[in-house]
């Protein structure tokens, strides 16, 4: 017996146990952390006030219902049954559509090297923020131009609002401050090395955080995805007191019937679903896959996008309550002064904060919490990648050591690779990025492959019947009337309109991109949608028999995945653990 206790320790030692969260809680936090990010901040408010207010809510909640639950229901559900990363797990459920994994990751990875970019700037103006003046809020430095107009000093009158070809203090410190912004994308300049000096502190806590798999990302994310309310709540109750707030709030939520008939709308709030549930690219694949078999994820599932939903509803108070202080300081209408992505981050709440009595003190509160939003989607995203490539050669991937070395090399490829982000000219890629590589047109277009290979090929009703042995609880039938029809159908149609209206990307609404640059972009967006059908061709031309039998072998599930082959797997460690 001892023998063979130590025969398994020497077994251990060589290849390392996948893990799993060492609590529920863990998992509950690490999803939240990935789900409720930056958008639910800086999208959404802008979002509702921009297609029609409290109207907006509408097809929001249609898209939460007919995609954005179902999504997040089976893709939890598969990762938590399969155990397996968002790639392998095809390999047991529909070898076909392995490509979808790999589609999914090449997203991920976009993301994980946009997303840490942001965080750097924010990180900048977090460090700024301690200046015993900010440096946004006037124009007495040397980046300035003639054409400042320090807002922070007007009041309402109408001498600086009727001027043209003026700019506030803060989009000249964001502009010509930060990014040194250059005039175009062929124009690429230097680097920035303080926007590099943030990069790789950036990168150097994401390393830290995730370097130990689940063991290190459990414990982390008990800060990083609970502080961010904190500073929420501090960040809403102060905006609700300031002047100006409950017109900001009307603004926020006026309901405008009209404009559900504005196909537009409807497409704004797919698009928000889809990339707030952070369904369709795999992640929360790989994070339930670190669950225990019987955790009730029908029940999470429920409450994580309850919560995301809330959250994001919540954050719209918290800004418009502000961006309403600050137009009624200015004298303006609230629309001028509303903004949404960085241009909110970075110029507008900045600018209003300025406006307040101990300035620095808002400040630090609000990019304490857009970092934190923003890390814990980064590292939980690198974690998604890891654990997927991990999964993919688990006898060299978990050995002693590995896992830290492969990690530190994906982090240096990342920056390696966003350092044309943080030159002068470096917004113009960065957005080229944003707009084609992480674009919701793609992650619809997977999510419509995944209903359909799993509702159709895999089946839903075993998919049902999955959910019953794994938590205890039937599943509502309507979850298998979105994975057949609904959820593909409105992905899809979605998928299509996004093409109909598609408009090429512009800066600031008045740079147009070089030819070249739009084919970049559209080879961006391709890259991971071609994935999908391209494997499926592949496995199909290199496998073994006449065509009809590759594709009914690529069709079929593993057979010995099945669910007494997993209760088998369940009960096999606690047998041992009794003898």
């Known amino acids: 017996m001892l023998n063979k206790k130590c025969a398994t320790k020497h077994k251990q030692a060589e290849v390392e146990e996948r893990g799993h ?10 999803v ?34 007919t995609c954005g639950v179902p999504l997040f229901l089976l893709e939890t559900t598969i990762g938590q049954f ?14 076909l559509a392995e490509g979808i ?20 700037w924010a990180l900048l103006y977090l460090v700024f923020s301690f200046s015993s003046q900010l440096p946004w809020a006037s124009c007495n430095n040397y980046w300035n131009t003639d054409d400042c107009v320090d807002f922070s000093t007007q009041n309402k009158t109408s001498e ?8 506030s203090a803060a989009t000249e410190f964001w502009e010509r401050r930060v990014l040194a912004i250059s005039g175009g994308i062929e124009e690429i300049g230097s680097i920035r090395w303080e926007l590099m000096l943030s990069v790789i502190a950036v990168w150097i806590i994401c390393y830290f955080c995730i370097w130990k798999g689940v063991r290190s990302t459990g414990k982390v994310v008990y800060f990083t995805a609970t502080f961010p309310y904190v500073v929420l709540v501090i960040l809403l109750v102060r905006g609700l007191s300031l002047p100006g707030a409950l017109q900001g709030v009307l603004f926020y939520l006026l309901p405008e019937p009209s404009r559900l008939t504005d196909p537009q709308v409807w497409m704004e709030a797919g698009a928000q679903i889809f990339f707030s549930y952070s369904i369709g690219a795999g992640s929360l694949i790989v994070l339930g896959s670190y669950n225990n078999y019987n955790n009730n994820c029908y029940k999470d599932c429920m409450l994580l996008c309850l919560l995301n939903s809330g959250t ?20 303006v209408p609230i629309a001028d002064v509303t903004e949404s992505g960085p241009g909110l981050a970075f110029i507008a709440y900045p600018q209003a904060v300025a406006m307040m009595p101990f300035p620095q003190m808002w400040s630090v509160c609000f990019f304490v919490m857009i970092i934190l939003l923003g890390l814990d989607t980064q590292f939980v995203a690198m974690e998604v990648l890891m654990t997927s490539i991990t999964d993919m050669f688990p006898t060299v991937m978990r050995r002693a050591g590995r896992r830290e070395r492969f990690l530190l090399l994906f982090c240096l490829l990342c920056f390696f690779s966003q350092l ?12 080229l990025f944003d707009y084609y590589a992480c674009n919701g047109a793609c992650v619809l277009l997977l999510s419509v492959f995944e209903a359909l290979a799993l509702g159709w090929i895999f089946g839903a009703e075993r998919l049902y019947g999955i959910i019953k042995d794994m938590t205890g609880v039937k599943a509502n039938p309507f979850f298998k009337i979105c994975w057949l029809f609904l959820t593909p159908l409105v992905s899809l149609g979605s998928f299509i309109c996004s093409l109909i209206v598609y408009e090429p990307l512009t800066f600031n609404r008045w740079y147009v991109y070089p030819t070249w640059a739009y084919v970049l972009g559209w080879v961006l967006a391709l890259s991971s949608i071609l994935l999908v059908p391209g494997w499926a061709l592949y496995k199909l031309g290199t496998g073994t028999g006449n065509l009809s039998q590759r594709l009914h072998h690529l069709c079929q599930s593993d057979p010995d995945y099945s669910l007494t082959q997993k209760r088998e797997t369940e009960l ?7 003898l």
């Open 572 to 578: 096999q460690p606690i047998r041992e653990e009794v």
């Open 101 to 120: 994994g790999f589609g999914g990751q090449m997203i991920v990875f976009y993301i994980c090297v946009t997303y840490s970019v942001i965080l750097a």
């Open 82 to 95: 399969t155990q397996e990363g968002s790639i392998t797990c095809w390999r047991k459920l529909c070898p």
């Open 420 to 431: 044309v982000m943080i030159t002068e000219g470096g917004m113009f890629v960065f957005q």
């Open 32 to 65: 939240a952390g990935n789900i409720v990010g930056l958008g639910n901040v800086w999208r959404f408010p802008y979002l509702c006030y921009k297609n029609g207010g409290g109207a907006f809510l509408v097809p929001y909640l249609v898209f939460v219902v």
């Open 21 to 30: 969260w060492a609590s529920k809680m863990e998992f509950l936090l690490a």
């Open 160 to 167: 600086w609002t009727n001027q043209t070809n003026t700019t």
């Open 312 to 331: 994001s509803v919540v954050a719209g108070f918290a800004v418009f309550s502000v961006l309403g202080f600050m137009a009624h300081e200015q004298g």
